[in-house]
């Protein structure tokens, strides 16, 4: 069997599906206002990085992580990329291959030991009534445990180990 | 009585009791009651969904479903929540193979989505279910003479195909909104830009870049103060300004306030319920602008 | 009264009693009664030396006997304030292509002088966007094919006047696929005109300048610009005209996926539609440029004059013919037939009765299978016809190959029979062909009748369901295989000796395979046994 291109890896994926209807007429990249800060990250870029299948340049590179999630992009497109998506799919994949910036991890031990991806001190959950909030309700921890290791999302902190 | 089960997310419980503060003493004296689920979890926003779709999407669909078993509409404070929520919302009644998919996760948990609620943002609640006329008359301090910046952040209102919330391109709602209190709405260039809330952390350089973008477009403007909807705009263009200050020696001094702290005020809450000091910006003079 | 003039782009005034722009065929003058004052004030009436203005004149509809009609309406430019970010109804200096098109004239309003809406005056600056909804999924998905080159004439065009005009195109890719247009494309880049490789995200407007900012990239600079400009002219997808829908209804012709008119065959027969008599041409089909519209016109023009001087139409034989004493009260054909040929005829009584024009019957069939009461046959083609070919060609089987019946449409499914053979392929002998109009004529119960009559197998060959000749037939067909399946099932007969395949004409090796792959799923399945008949 013929193996799967990078690109085909994507569209196979969630939020990946729609790759390939990029015809690069750039208006991603006047949409983003990351881009307009650093010609580090340039969504157009990356769409035809990874339509050309150069798989490492853009897993080892940064730019993927410099997506800021404004949606902007995929707003205006004239061919319905869901580009941020995309890259959330490419960044998907990235993490498979242990490929993470260190604040996700961060972002992983929150969720997987509160429930939620900031962490509600005591001090906060303390100040409540004095403030006259109701108490906070518990997390649903249990279930968000069950959630992970049904979709293998537990075995996330094992990525740290291996060489990058 | 309207109820929704209220979600709350992590930012809001974590540093911004005035958010919380705010929506609940308004709902409250707006005839809304909200019910505090327990067991809810994080709604898996972008940077979640970074690393894996599938499982922030099975574990929005999972807070859904307590919303389900409740029987209640589900309100949000945070656009992030909004966005994550709805999205998974509005995917999951739309893609019966999705749905399945997800359903199978959900089933470790022994839940399933039907899809029979909505997730609805404060500013839906307030224009649709409570309603403008409603609204104004509870209004014993109109907010006039205050200039306000709205400010939508990004999820609220992308990706709009998803969210439904309002016109991407040409937005209304809090212009709306504002304009029910008695104050000014005020235009500003790159209003719908984003503030960079969701690089801090990343990229804090990037961050604070596209913070100081926007200071500097509301105050070229001439507004008293922005509006915001979302914890991360919040703590972008508030302490935002602080960290300017150190890092360009620029002072923009413009207060940033919820729509729902401007909501309190209007309708006559005591500013000193309202957590106050958590405003990196003090808000004194837009308070006294109000009393 | 003056009304600014829509036709140059109200850049000028006209009068609420204009003579139309372009001009029409007699020149005769109209009252704009939006604006008119009428008897409050009669100057027109009171001027005309030949007494020809009567103000009480009412709109009439006029009814005209014609014995063709060829449909020439065109097609408009798409509204660009659909696209919000580029702010046509918002900033005055965003225009276009159409309304550049009046200042470009020399004798248009601002006597060919190229200005800024908002305050008259030269535009320096001009930046182009080109697929302004065209190529754009929200919109217009197709290519509008034209406005490459009216942006490229309009540039040329400014640029030769204007030498010192600075111009830039926003283009995604640069379509000049026709005679000589490469060279105008050319000759805008000789001239200076800037192309910038990329398709801007937004216009906005400096609040205290005016100036508008077009906000792109280029991507093959790898880099973002904000192009400054005068004058932004969009260049519009091109859209059916308005209307088009509700024609193609009242005529009963077809449209396609993006609203235009669908021709009856884009290679064979361009200008006709499925009903005779009835031609296209132009934008009306497609967006194109001048010499094409000119060619299609002289194509449903001497189309129309041929079925014309004819005098007489000349048709099959082959036609629906309803039987009275079965036909009752559904409205299943008239709904079904794809030329509107079949209406119902008031019997008195809140009863209704099928009647097919035998003009507009194209003898497809497809009524006959979906009449629930067998109420209606076609000439040449009746079932006990049908059952007699059958039998005949399913009596000996001298082979030792299952014997297999393949009942083709007279279209793709025929036809992709006599390609294998002329291709010299091989497919089993114990194959069985039988003609049928269309696939859409077969009823459920004639496949059992095959099985009856010795078939091991049977095929049914149509048309691809997109490209059926008739339309709806191969669709229809399949769907009554799939049910049949179900039926089969449920006699005990296995399924998967009922197929159907659908075969664009010239795929003679997809039927030879599949005849092939037929005869060896029978052999597995070895020889049926029929609980019914003798």
């Known amino acids: ?164 | 009585m309207m109820s929704y089960a209220i979600f709350l997310g992590c930012t809001i419980p974590a540093r911004q009791p005035n958010y919380e503060l705010s929506a609940r003493k308004s709902l409250s004296k707006l005839g809304v009651k909200l019910v505090d689920i327990a067991n809810m979890t994080c709604c898996c926003p972008p940077p979640v969904q970074s690393i894996d779709l599938k499982t922030s999407l099975a574990i929005a669909s999972y807070n859904i479903c307590l919303a389900e078993e409740a029987n209640l509409d589900l309100l949000t404070l945070c656009s992030g929540c909004f966005e994550s929520l709805a999205m998974a919302n509005n995917m999951l009644k739309h893609d019966q193979k999705l749905k399945t998919k997800i359903n199978k996760i959900l089933a470790e948990t022994g839940k399933e989505f039907h899809g029979t609620k909505e997730v609805k943002h404060f500013l839906q609640v307030l224009k649709d279910d409570i309603g403008l006329n409603q609204l104004e008359q509870n209004i014993v301090k109109p907010l006039t003479d205050l200039k306000i910046a709205p400010f939508y952040g990004c999820h609220a209102l992308r990706p709009s195909e998803l969210l439904q919330l309002d016109d991407p391109e040409r937005p209304q709602i809090l212009e709306t909104l504002i304009k029910t209190l008695g104050g000014t709405s005020i235009e500003y260039q790159n209003k719908l830009k984003c503030c960079g809330g969701l690089l801090r952390g990343v990229s804090d350089d990037l961050a604070l870049d596209l913070a100081r973008d926007k200071l500097i477009n509301v105050s070229n403007s001439g507004a008293d103060c922005i509006a915001t909807l979302c914890p991360f705009c919040f703590v972008a263009l508030d302490i935002g300004q602080i960290q300017i200050r150190s890092k360009f020696q620029e002072i923009y001094d413009i207060p940033v306030l919820h729509y729902s702290e401007l909501l309190a005020l209007a309708l006559g809450i005591a500013p000193e319920e309202l957590a106050p000091r958590t405003h990196k910006i003090r808000i004194d003079k837009i308070i006294n602008k109000i009393l | 009264m003056e009304v600014p003039d829509e036709y140059n782009a109200k850049l000028s005034m006209r009068k609420a009693v204009y003579m139309n722009n372009p001009p029409v065929h007699p020149p005769v003058y109209a009252i704009d009664e939006s604006v008119c004052k009428f008897h409050d004030c009669e100057e027109c009436v009171k001027a005309c030396p030949t007494q020809a203005i009567e103000l009480d004149q009412k709109p009439e509809e006029v009814t005209i006997n014609v014995g063709s009609i060829v449909v020439a309406t065109g097609f408009e430019e798409f509204d660009s304030s659909t696209i919000k970010e580029y702010h046509y109804n918002d900033y005055p200096d965003v225009i276009t292509n159409l309304e550049l098109a009046r200042m470009v004239d020399g004798f248009g309003p601002t006597g060919g002088v190229i200005v800024r809406p908002s305050n008259r005056q030269p535009a320096k600056k001009i930046v182009f966007i080109q697929c302004v909804g065209s190529r754009d999924r929200r919109w217009k998905p197709y290519c509008s094919s034209i406005c490459c080159m009216i942006s490229l004439k309009h540039a040329t065009l400014i640029k030769s006047a204007y030498p010192e005009a600075d111009i830039s195109v926003c283009y995604i890719d640069i379509r000049t696929t026709g005679r000589e247009h490469e060279y105008y494309y050319e000759q805008a880049r000789e001239m200076g005109i800037k192309f910038v490789k990329g398709r801007p995200t937004e216009i906005s407007r400096d609040p205290k300048t005016g100036k508008l900012v077009v906000d792109t990239e280029d991507a093959l600079l790898h880099r973002l610009l904000e192009l400054e400009a005068d004058l932004v002219v969009l260049a519009p997808a091109m859209v059916p005209s308005e209307g088009t829908k509700e024609l193609a209804e009242i005529l009963g012709i077809d449209i396609d996926q993006d609203g235009f008119y669908k021709e009856y065959n884009a290679k064979l027969r361009p200008t006709e539609t499925k009903l005779r008599g009835i031609y296209i041409c132009g934008g009306t089909i497609f967006p194109k440029d001048a010499p094409t519209t000119s060619l299609q016109a002289h194509s449903a023009a001497v189309k129309a004059a041929k079925f014309l001087n004819k005098g007489k139409i000349i048709k099959d034989q082959r036609t629906a013919v309803i039987n009275q004493d079965y036909c009752g009260d559904c409205e299943f054909c008239p709904v079904t037939c794809p030329y509107h040929a079949i209406t119902l005829e008031d019997k008195g009584e809140d009863h209704f009765a099928a009647k097919v024009s035998d003009l507009l019957c194209e003898g497809c069939g497809v009524c006959v299978g979906t009449c629930p009461q067998n109420a209606i046959e076609l000439r040449h083609s009746k079932p006990e016809q049908m059952t007699a070919q059958m039998n005949g060609i399913l009596s000996l089987n001298e082979s030792a190959e299952p014997l297999i019946l393949a009942i083709c449409c007279s279209e793709c499914g025929h036809t992709a029979v006599d390609s294998s053979g002329m291709a010299m392929m091989e497919y089993p002998a114990s194959v069985r062909v039988m003609k049928v109009p269309c696939t859409g004529i077969l009823q459920i119960h004639q496949f059992l009748e095959a099985f009856k009559a010795g078939a091991q197998g049977v095929m049914v060959v149509g048309c691809k369901s997109d490209g059926c000749h008739y339309e709806v037939g191969s669709q229809k067909a399949e769907k009554k295989v799939d049910l049949a399946k179900t039926l089969l099932n449920e006699y005990g007969i296995e399924s998967e000796r009922l197929e159907m395949f659908q075969f664009v004409f010239i795929e003679g090796d997809k039927f030879a395979e599949a005849a092939q792959m037929m005869s060896e799923r029978l052999k597995k399945l070895g020889n049926l046994k029929l609980m019914i008949g003798p």
């Open chain 1, 1 to 164: 069997m013929r193996a799967e291109s990078f690109s085909e890896t994507i569209r196979e994926r969630l939020g990946g599906e729609t790759i390939t209807f990029c015809y690069q007429c750039g208006t991603c990249a006047s949409s983003c206002p990351v881009a307009k800060r650093t010609t580090d990250f340039n969504p157009r870029e990356i769409i035809k990085l990874c339509l050309l299948d150069e798989k490492d340049e853009i897993l080892d590179g940064k730019s993927i992580w410099l997506c800021c999630s404004c949606y902007n992009c995929q707003e205006r497109c004239p061919q319905k990329v869901e580009i941020a998506d995309v890259i959330y799919a490419v960044r998907n994949i990235a993490i498979e291959k242990g490929k993470v910036p260190n604040i996700y991890f961060e972002f992983f031990n929150a969720i997987s030991n509160d429930g939620r991806i900031v962490k509600v001190s005591q001090f906060a959950e303390n100040k409540r009534p004095q403030l006259g909030l109701p108490p906070l309700q518990p997390t649903g921890v249990d279930a968000l445990k069950k959630i992970l290791s049904t979709t293998g999302f537990d075995k996330f902190h094992l990525k740290k180990e291996e060489p990058q």
